[in-house]
């Protein structure tokens, strides 16, 4: 099963997760369902925030990654985790500020945040705006300007590490949307002109190299370039860096060819990054700068499973068999994004012998609506409670109402206990925003 104990096979032979009994869970909320172990969270934003105060000190921020999975409660937890948040839209910061987030623990990516965002972001009196151009720059110093303040920024810059990844989830190569590459001198002109705007405040830099990797090297590699970098920048622009934020991307499992990463193994992983910043901070003599990571999918992405009700089933002699569930690409569109690829477990049978390689396919109109291709499964039958594992990470995040499919609810499962934490949209929920002007109106004949 998966990496840790958030997965247990019940004396019924059923799938349990954080004591919840799968079966049960798709029988009081419904199908498809997404659910959440809160243990399994808190514990992963522990384990980071632990290790960077034991390792580095107060000098030090965790950010949950809120893209990977955004709602309201989620930022309840971290903020009862006394960690921070990244935000990559108004529509992020506005949820984490109904939670009631403190706006001074966020920070606000994007390569393209719109000027409302940034004024929403200032009005909220967010913590740091990681800006991505030269426009953005200038909005938030002319928005800041207006409020009568000075806004700590970063700056993303792009090291150019090639990780080891696929490559749509690459955004540190030199070909990026992503960041001010360093190797062309365009993040050195860009510190130079962010230092003289005068109602921002350079504080350092961003850097995020991608996601889903397992090499420590690839991250430590980074650090070390961000470190030459800002040492450089030190030595020919007198600038002093205060803050340095390495991003997320520590990989997962999804299935037994990811690499089973324990919560002692991901510590490992910032250990790593800390050691690096120390050991380069004292290389070229620098202040240790304030240290923030921010880890996204190896927080939520084991946490969560998503239940579905197996339908039909189509077997194509000697080409494949289909099994079709009550979900698809609206609940989870990794497959026809990346080719992603998951681990399903009967869970009504969760004990009985995978038999057959089936393609796990959900109900949209769509070819590529494939929830997983060829996986190993128990002959399954309609009726089937299916789970799919590790879908905490980008998948309700990802959701939509492709073929006016309802959005999957959310439940939050904690020793035993279940609650919504997104509740389950109906169809007027689909039709709230559909206007027909008066020239359609249905005319009485
Ligand atoms: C997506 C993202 C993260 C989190 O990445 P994970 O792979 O989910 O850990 C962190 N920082 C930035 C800027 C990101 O875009």
């Known amino acids: 099963m998966n990496t840790r104990d958030t997965l247990k096979i019940n004396a019924k032979g059923h799938l349990e997760i954080g004591g919840a009994d799968c079966v049960e869970l798709a029988q009081n909320f419904g199908t498809p369902l997404y659910v959440f172990d809160e243990e399994y969270i808190r514990r992963m934003m522990r384990v980071y925030r632990d290790t960077l105060q034991r390792e580095y000190g107060e000098n030090s921020l965790v950010l949950y990654a809120s893209k990977a999975f955004s709602c309201q409660a989620i930022y309840r937890i971290a903020d009862e985790e006394n960690i921070g948040v990244d935000v990559v839209s108004g529509g992020e910061l506005y949820t984490a500020l109904q939670a009631g987030f403190p706006a001074k623990n966020m920070y606000m990516h994007g390569n393209n945040k719109l000027d409302y965002e940034i004024g929403e972001a200032l009005d909220a009196g967010i913590g740091c705006i990681v800006a991505d151009a030269y426009s953005e720059i200038d909005k ?172 039909a089933i189509k077997d194509i002699p000697a080409v494949k068999k289909y099994v079709a569930v009550d979900g698809g690409m609206f609940d989870n569109p990794r497959y026809a994004l990346y080719q992603s690829k998951y681990t399903p477990v009967l869970a009504n049978r969760a004990n009985e012998e995978a038999t057959e390689i089936v393609t796990i396919a959900g109900k949209c109109c769509e070819s590529g609506d494939i929830i997983a291709a060829n996986v190993a499964l128990p002959k399954a039958q309609s009726g089937d409670i299916l789970a799919i594992l590790s879908t905490g990470a980008y998948n309700y995040s990802m959701a939509m109402n492709y073929n006016r499919n309802k959005i999957p609810p959310c439940v939050l499962v904690n020793e035993g206990v279940a609650d919504y934490i997104v509740k389950p949209q109906s169809y007027a929920d689909i039709n709230r925003n559909d206007v027909i002007p008066a020239r359609l109106a249905k005319k009485t004949k």
């Open 140 to 311: 938030i110093d002319a928005e800041a300007a207006k409020r009568g303040i000075v806004q700590p920024i970063l700056l993303r810059i792009n090291p150019g590490i090639e990780a080891h990844t696929h490559a749509f989830v690459q955004t540190a190569t030199t070909d990026s949307k992503f960041g001010f590459s360093v190797s062309d001198g365009t993040a050195e002109r860009v510190t130079a002109y962010a230092m003289q705007k005068k109602n921002v405040r350079l504080d350092g830099y961003h850097c995020h190299i991608g996601s889903q990797i397992f090499e420590k090297q690839s991250f430590v590699l980074a650090v070390e370039k961000c470190m030459d970098f800002a040492a450089d920048m030190q030595n020919r622009l007198a600038f002093k860096l205060k803050t340095l934020n390495l991003g997320g991307g520590f990989g997962i499992w999804y299935t037994d060819e990811d690499r089973k990463i324990s919560a002692e193994e991901y510590a490992e992983y910032a250990k790593a990054l800390v050691a690096a910043v120390k050991r380069k901070a004292q290389e070229s003599g620098m202040e240790l700068p304030f240290l923030v990571i921010e880890p996204g999918r190896s927080i939520i992405g084991e946490a969560g499973i998503t239940l579905y009700t197996v339908g």
